[in-house]
């Protein structure tokens, strides 16, 4: 195999006696130029390798069946616990690196814990919560080497959205607070069992656009949101809309100036005004990490810093009194167990799952996608499903445990990926961080102002708005900019639900629109090769008299064989008009199935009619290069044997096209012979 | 082009001066050889060109643009009344056929007609009205010569099942036959609303297997629901499913039994005896009609025989005293305007909609599909999006001189075009006979035993449960067996709604499944030729070590990005771990895009993390035939200009196998000289 491949053609040469006995193909030696009509696996065979593909698309026991019982057990867990896979590797110079990973993401958890709880309109203290018991999960059942679990900002204002729709955190904080535990209860069953049933393709209906728009949208929106905290604001909507927001923004600051005008515009200054020192030097730490990479941590511990000042400050001049407000009493104490708040009334059910599969989703759509991501980088793999579980099992144990809804949030990933995490046990050492700040620290926190809250989530928010990635967008695919533009423009102007929903509804129906309308060519030769391309494609390419050569793409199904049936007719009358105009007759259409992966009974019946079709115009079909399954439902269907014949299933178009000049010159000459 | 395609590829040769120069390309005289990357299409052209095959498949205006104005408008008027079209064209000699043909339609028309629309618990005359003003409107509209336009069993049924869930025919016969007519306004909308928007193919997603399921489920429960007529009951479940039905059939019987023993026996008796009777006939002339296809005639009279046969011995014996139902008083007259009695009340609303449009889609799927296969056979066109229009005018038109829902029903039109029918002329014809026996002789009609419409309709559906395409769909394809017994049983154990539906759901479920999961496969050489196929369809196809060729199939989209990504490392690892095993190193991934349609901003990102990842591994990776469209995204997207490079894109598989080997020996020769 070393050399050229031989261009010796001579086994696809046709040994046709003669064009009417219609067997075209040779008989001896010239078996592998032909198709194999008798390829049929048994139907077990073909389901299992269908559901092995569609289920376990990464094949996660290869290798599995060659080890003896015992070891294979062992492999088996280790599967499914990771953990046991690296903790008896692991040492002291891995160490090292997890516990500086390990402080830095604890660093930034604290007040990002803090900042999403209340975006949650939860109590603070359940942010910090939530970073204690569900990174110990992780660190056990997970498989990602990068990821620092944490709360997120679109799930956590995505919950409190739905859930106020229910009960709001004014009227009823207990309740509140329990659809929240609710809610990560039905999320983590549901991540468990898609994980289970390896159902992770769910997750690939949202697509790339969709995220994009998605989150830029829920940035926007969240950034919106921080005028509370930013203006020092006591009401505010319950509502997400940009005009809901914008209207609200204005209305309270009326009717708070009329009630106490002074005091208003104090508490409004102050609050306006650390705002915005705390916004430039959190953006400033960032740029310095855009211009110098290797300071990353920095703009990694500004957000602690922020917290840390801005506490002092308050603290020093006594903030809560003039006009910055606090974060408030946050009680010593690990996470107290929530398993008896679990409420499952029917009432308030149909809120909490719908809040927690929506969220659950989200969450896994945005948890693996930052684990393969990273994982990529270092060149390592991630399995989709097994980590479903992993986020699963940390989303019940969190309910139970008065954690909400979490997930590997990107930014804590990467200031964990760039800190130089080896292993999940980054995890475990920011659990141990914050287990000492639950125990020890909690009560220093109090004097947060809420303001360094809100700019620590609006820095975090503004790399999430891409409109870098909207403008290439824009560039490449016009339609994937709408799918992008629908998510976004539905999140800021509706609610997230219905951005997220439009924007999935219309990529599916992209989907289908491809599948229904499937591309086909007309193919013709490149002068001076056996190659056949698209004649539009390449303006080159000759076609050639008398027999129209089609190339059909994608499966064939029942909804777009009414489509491909008819395109294939309307082919054959402009080429027919075509032939007719220099003086020919179109006598053979080819149909290349190169494209084809599959058929279905509608598609059969459709090559069928256009057969049929065809054959009353007198016009001869033939196949090329159909591929395993199409080849088995052709044969099967009869239509191959008993309608098309074998002889008109060709391997190479190449050789169809001989077969087709051949018999074309027999019947020419036999014309001429009888006039 | 008469002689063979010469072999000669030298223009496919590599001019490589260096692999590590990766100008691997030819520059003059190989133009003819190369993937052409500058070909980009404008977004006005590419939109256009995607929306028109969208909507207009067909291309109803082809050869439009060049006739002048007066002409053109003259044609696009004839494009939307066909009648212009054929009618100046008319003569005696098409007449005489249209003639007989629709005085035998007719004959079919008027026990069909009481038939169906007693199944629909309407009054029988309304059936009668329906054969006549629709007919007349699809002969203006309509594009098909073939088809007979009448009333349905399966959608009068479903109307039926779906109305009594509001009101029954028994509580208020006056709102029933209302919601009957506004229905069929509500289709008639719906139809028209799909045919100008171009959206016929919202049909194709009914499948054939579908179609099958459905019409064989619906088939076997207007059977069952013909013991009330067979057996001379009265009261009877207004249901659909199997339980339902003979639960009621014993029910009744027993309660009927208990207070009027000897009078139930009598009746039941007499009308069954009458009916087995009559079903001996139809049967057997069904029968006379495949052995012998030309006294087709007898068939397609006999139901007529059976109705004045049964009326006569009906008048004779004085039936309606002696247990033979009679259908009872029919006024003579023409159809009333119902346009007064649609009705618009917001509680009824909601219920004729749905009915309307549920039944809307399976009379266009029926209509369409019975016109397309009969117009096949003629070598005829139809345009779906035309025939839709003309339904929804005729259904429209219909819901205004009291009639209920029409279309073009399978057995009459089949029996329209035996009989040898030219043009729609043969549908006014049907329309005047119905019209005569409106006026005259209707009340003829009065002693026609329930038994006899029973008798026909039984014999009608028997021939839609198609054991034969059931055992077909098992042996060809188990998954739509699947999706036909969902529907059949779906229909026969639940209702009609929850079988389509549950059948539709899972086809798309399936299309999607296959979107998500592409088939991709390796590529090996088959020996002595320059042909690649897939390795395990043809076992002797050998692969090239240190190469690895996969051929990808199918849009890579959102759906399947993530997918294809597993699937294609999982292709390389496998491939690597046999490499190392025989003593070399994979150093070359060619993808063969050539069945990839089209690609998406998920499927570019797909392709450039692929490349990264196969990057790090030191695998350089070559792109062979990308499409028109796959070319233009990875241009634009910068993919192949900035990361792969352009002298990676291949034209054909040989080109890109050669100009690795190329750069494999460079290397390799280059090691040896460093050695």
Redesign the interface.
């Known amino acids: 195999?070393g050399t050229?491949?031989?261009?010796?053609?001579?086994?696809?040469r046709l040994r046709a006696s003669s064009a009417s006995s219609r067997h075209l193909h040779g008989v001896g030696g010239a078996?592998?130029?032909e198709v194999?009509l008798s390829?049929r696996r048994p139907?077990a065979e073909k389901?299992w390798s269908?559901l092995a593909?569609?289920f376990f698309?990464?094949?996660p026991f290869r290798g599995f069946g060659a080890l003896p019982p015992a070891r294979r057990a062992w492999s088996a867990l280790k599967y499914f616990v990771p953990a046991l896979d690296w903790a008896p590797r692991y040492g002291l110079a891995k160490f090292k690196y997890d516990l500086l990973a390990g402080i830095t993401i604890a660093s930034l958890a604290i007040p990002q814990g803090i900042s999403y709880a209340r975006l949650a309109n939860l109590p603070p203290i359940i942010g910090l919560y939530s970073s204690f018991v569900p990174p110990l999960l992780y660190a056990v059942f997970g498989s990602s080497n990068n990821l620092a679990v944490g709360t997120v900002a679109a799930a956590s204002l995505l919950l409190a959205s739905i859930i106020e729709t229910e009960v709001t955190a004014d009227e009823n904080p207990q309740l509140y607070m329990q659809l929240f535990y609710t809610a990560a209860f039905f999320t983590g069953l549901f991540q468990t069992a898609l994980g289970v049933f390896r159902l992770g393709?769910i997750?690939?209906?949202?697509?790339?656009?969709?995220i994009t728009g998605f989150m830029g949208g829920t940035a926007m929106i969240i950034i919106l949101q921080q005028f509370k905290g930013l203006l020092g604001m006591k009401h505010f909507t319950t509502k997400t809309d940009i005009i809901s927001v914008l209207h609200s923004t204005y209305h309270y600051r009326h009717e708070v100036q009329c009630e106490l005008p002074v005091q208003f515009h104090h508490w409004k200054w102050q609050s306006a005004v650390l705002g915005i020192c705390f916004l430039l030097f959190l953006l400033s730490s960032k740029h310095l990490r855009k211009k110098l990479p290797k300071l990353f941590w920095v703009s990694a511990i500004a957000p602690f810093m922020v917290v840390v000042i801005g506490g002092v400050f308050a603290f020093l001049v006594k903030g809560d009194e003039h006009g910055i407000p606090i974060v408030g009493d946050l009680k010593k104490g690990l996470n107290p167990l929530s398993i008896s708040q679990l409420t499952f009334q029917s009432r308030h059910m149909k809120t909490a799952v719908k809040a927690g599969l929506l969220s659950g989703i989200l969450a896994l759509a945005e948890g693996i996608a930052v684990g393969r991501?990273l994982a990529?980088v270092k060149?390592e793999?991630i399995d989709?499903n097994k980590e479903m579980i992993a986020f699963g099992i940390m989303n019940i144990a969190g309910s139970f445990t008065s954690c909400y809804l979490t997930t590997g949030p990107f930014s804590k990933s990467a200031v964990n990926f760039h800190a130089g995490c080896k292993t999940p046990m980054s995890n475990v050492v920011m659990s141990v961080c914050i287990m000492l700040v639950l125990l020890f620290l909690a009560p220093l926190f109090k004097y947060t102002p809420l303001v360094a809250l809100s700019s620590i989530i609006v820095v975090a928010m503004i790399g999430l708005i891409k409109v870098k990635e909207f403008c290439?967008?824009y560039?490449?695919?016009?339609?994937?900019f709408c799918i992008c533009m629908v998510a976004f423009l539905g999140v800021v102007f509706f609610t997230m639900v219905t951005g997220l929903s439009a924007s999935v509804g219309l990529?599916?129906v992209?989907?289908?629109?491809?599948?229904?309308?499937?591309?086909t060519?007309k193919l013709g030769?490149?002068?001076?090769?056996?190659?056949f391309?698209?004649v539009?494609?390449?303006p080159?390419a000759?076609s050639?008299?008398g027999i129209l050569l089609l190339q059909l793409?994608?499966?064939i199904?029942?909804?777009?064989?009414?489509?491909l049936r008819?395109?294939i007719?309307?082919w054959v009358e402009d080429e027919d008009s075509l032939c007719k105009s220099i003086g020919h007759d179109l006598q053979y259409v080819i149909l290349d199935l190169?494209?084809?992966?599959?058929v279905?009974?509608?598609g059969?019946?459709m090559l069928l009619?256009v057969h049929?079709?065809l054959e009353?115009?007198g016009i001869t079909i033939a196949l090329t290069?159909p591929?395993?399954?199409v080849?088995e439902?052709l044969v099967?269907?009869g239509y191959v044997r008993d309608i098309l014949g074998d002889e008109w299933v060709f391997?190479?178009v190449?050789d169809a096209?001989?077969a087709c000049?051949y018999a074309l010159q027999m019947s020419r000459s036999k014309g001429e012979d009888e006039v």
Chains 1, 2 share one sequence.
């Open positions: 195999m050229e491949a031989s261009s010796d053609d001579g086994h696809h078996s592998a130029a194999n390829a139907f389901l269908e593909e569609t698309p990464d094949d393709l997750v690939d209906f949202l697509s790339r656009s969709t991501s990529m060149n793999q989709g290439h967008l560039k490449v695919d016009k339609f994937d990529s599916v992209r989907a289908l629109l491809y599948v229904a309308r499937p591309t060519c030769n490149i002068a001076g090769s056996e190659t391309r698209d539009k494609q390449y080159q000759k050639i008299p793409g994608s499966p199904y029942f909804i777009n064989a009414g489509y008819e395109r007719l309307r190169g494209g084809v992966t599959s279905d009974n509608s059969v019946g009619e049929k079709s009353r115009r290069n591929r395993l399954e080849t439902k099967l269907s391997l190479t190449k096209i001989t000049r």
